[in-house]
Nanobody, 127 residues
């Protein structure tokens, strides 16, 4: 049974930092690309960042490029999202998700490109 459990969210002032974690189980984590999405209240879910299965490529939404960094530790079955220089508009529920297929290396930014999802961790940035 695939499980994704996010943690690390919280309340932070603008300009601050948070590091989100997503611990995966129930599948061969090291062979799947992973993505982070976010959903603000009343808005559609949007792509944030993606890392391929080998960590050879990373992709970011323009809104977070240069501020967020996605990484993974395959030995710990964990993908991270380091978020720096946070802005109030980054406030959202952050969710991690798995690729639909193993060994995929494309830049997948659509929700339908992903298969399993976690429950999310809330990030709130105050001004």
């Amino acid at each position: 049974q695939v499980q994704l459990v996010e943690s690390g969210g919280g309340l932070v002032q603008a300009g601050g930092s948070l590091r989100l974690s997503c611990v995966a189980s129930g599948f061969a984590f090291g062979t799947y690309g992973m993505g982070w999405f976010r959903q603000a209240s009343g808005k559609e879910r949007e792509f944030v960042a993606r890392i391929t299965w080998k960590a050879s490529n990373t992709y970011y939404a323009d809104s977070v490029k240069g501020r967020f960094t996605i990484s993974r530790d395959n030995a710990k079955n964990t993908v991270y999202l380091q978020m720096d220089s946070l802005k109030p508009e980054d406030t959202a529920l952050y969710l991690c998700a798995t690729d639909r297929r193993a060994y995929s290396s494309g830049n997948y930014i659509r929700q339908n490109d992903y298969d399993y999802w976690g429950q999310g961790t809330q990030v709130t940035v105050s001004s």
